[in-house]
């Protein structure tokens, strides 16, 4: 099966910049309930994907330089990544979507450019590998 049909596109996805302060990547996250959006570049190649862990992570460990109330002073640049989110390609196969899938709540897609065009879903992987499983395990009647 083709991923394209999984596909939420970059323009229904809530996304962020380099350039996005660490306030305005929180209050994203906070107002669509979210625990990681992916980091777009200016060329709208996929850069990675931040966590809430990465930005608190960087506010503990910025000795108290960086809190909520000056978070509109810092960029996402500056905030390291623990996690590397791997983009898959347009044109995969099931089998590697599905293996990103395992360890990530998103999977992000990208053209043979790199750029970034969308994301899949964990839950629609699993939806579909339901659908898969129940169809396989359907008794064939005999004759």
């Known amino acids: 099966m083709n991923i394209a049909f999984f596909l939420l596109p970059k323009h229904d996805v809530v996304a962020v910049t380099l ?82 899938a395992k360890v990530q709540n998103f999977v992000p897609v990208v053209d043979d450019m790199g750029r970034f065009i969308g994301i899949v879903r964990r839950s629609q992987i699993i939806e579909y590998c339901e659908r898969y499983v129940t169809r396989e395990n359907v008794p064939v009647p005999k004759n």
């Open 19 to 100: 350039d996005s302060t660490l306030r305005q990547t929180l209050e994203k996250m906070e107002y669509h309930r979210y625990t990681a959006v992916p980091i777009i570049g200016k060329d709208g190649v996929y850069v990675g994907t931040v966590t809430e862990g990465d930005l608190l992570w960087y506010m503990k460990n910025s000795g108290g330089k960086v809190t909520f109330e000056n978070a509109s002073k810092f960029l996402l640049k500056d905030v390291p990544l623990k996690m590397n989110i791997k983009p898959v390609s347009i044109d995969a196969d099931m089998e590697g979507l599905i293996n990103l």
